[in-house]
């Protein structure tokens, strides 16, 4: 079965009339859609990445805020929608300023739920970068409890990921903390 032949059946179960002028090509865009909201699976780190990844002596923290974070949810798929915070201690490299985007993008373009997002990208820096830690947090609503369920419009998640010296130094997990308040 196709994604446009699973979405025929999803519009014919719920009721509605596939001949109808606004349905017709329905299935088919929905199909596209699909597959561009999870395009994450098709992607690959070392090709985002593209050795994008540049000799430093720099060892103070490199953070990215308010990387924008389109997902779906996996149990409802759904949409959540919200803002990344990711950042880093060099050690002897450092990694291409648009490749942490691409990153959070290619995790968050799954089917995800936010506390797996947040691990797989902190995860992924340090194992890239060789880091000596990473911090990632990510503040987001989700429409699967905005539009259904509890409908709680103004609810916000928020996760965080502490590996490395941001897990085992207080001092500079503050340090994070306060750098992306401002």
């Not at 936010?114 to 340090?126: R, Y």
């Amino acid at each position: 079965m196709t994604i446009e032949t699973a979405y025929q059946e999803i519009i014919t179960a719920i009721g509605e009339d596939l001949s109808r002028p606004g349905l017709r090509d329905t299935p088919l865009r929905a199909a596209k859609a699909i597959q561009f909201l999870t395009r994450g699976y098709q992607q690959d780190i070392d090709t985002v990445i593209n050795d994008a990844m540049f000799p430093s002596d720099s060892e103070e923290m490199v953070i990215v805020k308010n990387i924008e974070l389109y997902s779906m949810c996996e149990h409802h798929m759904l949409p959540f929608i919200g803002k990344c915070h990711v950042a880093y201690l060099p050690k002897g490299k450092v990694i291409g300023l648009s490749k942490i985007a691409r990153i959070v993008d290619v995790f968050a373009r799954r089917l995800q739920i936010q506390e797996n997002l947040t691990k797989e990208i902190a995860e992924v820096i340090i194992h890239k970068t060789g880091a000596a830690g990473a911090a990632v947090i990510i503040e987001a609503q989700h429409m699967c409890m905005m539009m259904r369920g509890v409908e709680k419009q103004n609810s916000v998640m928020t996760t965080s990921c502490m590996l490395g010296a941001f897990r085992s130094s207080q001092n500079t997990r503050n340090e994070f903390l306060s750098l992306i308040q401002r």
